[in-house]
């Protein structure tokens, strides 16, 4: 059967539509669906006004560990946490930020999340008078990547910081 110039149009326009849903199906099976990324919606110059108080220098924004505790984030707004530092995939804070990049000498990680509006602010509070405390007065550590991620109904927010 002989094919039209109209048919042959229609095909190809067919074949375009099927290829870009099928990328945007692996791109939301990739990223995830869902996620508003905030970036750090303050966290970073709330942290810092913390460590100030303590008397250390501020963080540096580093786009490694940034990217580190986005991933994170996002694992957790995803599929939860194993043991909280432990993403789903089995990586650790290090593995994070060295698959981000980061060549640094130390790492740590702090990470609140819950249901309702939480603010940054708030994830800063609460970790400002706990045990996470620490994270904000080791003055050692000198680069910092901060997110804050919601999908409207949950949250999470990652802090992971390092030496150089």
């Known amino acids: 059967m002989a094919t039209t110039p109209e048919r042959n149009n229609k095909l190809v326009a067919w074949a375009v539509s099927a290829v870009v849903a099928a ?4 791109m939301i099976l990739f990223f995830g669906a869902g996620l508003a990324r905030a970036g750090d919606g303050g966290m970073l110059d709330a942290a810092n006004a913390e460590r100030a108080k303590n008397g250390c220098p ?4 580093n786009p490694g560990l940034q990217a580190a505790a986005q991933s994170h984030a996002d694992d957790i707004m995803q ?14 804070p290090g593995s994070r930020a060295a ?37 904000f007065t080791d003055c ?9 991620t ?7 927010a990652v802090i992971t910081a390092g030496a150089r």
């Open 150 to 156: 919601t999908d409207g109904t949950k949250w999470t």
């Open 79 to 92: 599929n939860g946490t194993k043991d909280g530092h432990t993403g789903s995939d089995g990586s650790t």
């Open 140 to 148: 050692t550590t000198t680069d910092a990547g901060a997110v804050y």
């Open 58 to 61: 501020a963080w540096v924004s």
């Open 99 to 135: 698959a981000n990049g980061w060549t640094g000498s130390s790492i740590g990680e702090i990470q609140a999340g819950g249901g309702g509006s939480a603010s940054p602010q708030a994830a800063i509070d609460a970790w400002s008078q706990d045990g996470h405390r620490n994270a």
């Open 23 to 26: 990328a945007v199906a692996l």
